[in-house]
C-alpha cells in the first residue's frame, strides 16, 4: 500500500501563492502517476493537475497558467505551486496516487487526508 501525507494549505489573500506538498511512503514503486485534486465546499472532488511517472503533466483549464505540479523522485514527494489564487480556488486539497495494477487488496489509487486552501481577503 501507499501512504500519502500532504501539507503547505493556509489561508492567502487573493493574488497570492502557495505550495502544497505531498509525501509519498510504503510501495511507491508500484505508483504511474500522482495528481492533486480539489474539492470546493458542496462540489465533488475534481482533478486539479496531474504528473505520471515520465514526468508528462496536465491541468484543468481553470488553473492553467497558475498551478505548476513537480515531482521530487528523490524524496518521493509531489508539489502543487499555487499562484494568483482566486477565491474560487477554495477547496480542501488532496494528493492522490495512482497504479496501473490493483494491490492486494484490490485498490488502483490511493489519498491524502487533504489540506485546507482558503483564498480570502
Known sequence: ?????ESGGGLVQPGGSLRLSC???GSIFSINAM????????????LGA???????T?????VKGRFTISRDNAKNT??????SLK????AIY????????????????????????????
Not at 496536465?58 to 481553470?62: E, K, L, T
Not at 509531489?78 to 499562484?83: A, E, I
Not at 496516487?97 to 491524502?112: K, L, N
Request: net charge neutral.
Open 78 to 83: 509531489v508539489f502543487l505551486q499555487m499562484h
Open 50 to 56: 496531474a504528473i505520471t511517472s515520465g514526468g508528462s
Open 23 to 25: 509525501a509519498a511512503s
Open 1 to 5: 500500500q501507499v501512504q500519502l501525507v
Open 35 to 46: 495528481a492533486w485534486y480539489g474539492q470546493a465546499p458542496g462540489k465533488q472532488r475534481e
Open 94 to 121: 488532496y494528493c492522490n496516487a495512482r497504479r496501473p495494477i490493483a494491490d492486494p487488496t484490490g485498490r488502483y489509487a490511493y489519498w491524502g487526508q487533504g489540506t485546507q486552501v482558503t483564498v480570502s481577503s
Open 58 to 62: 496536465n491541468y484543468a483549464d481553470s
Open 87 to 90: 477565491p474560487e480556488d477554495t
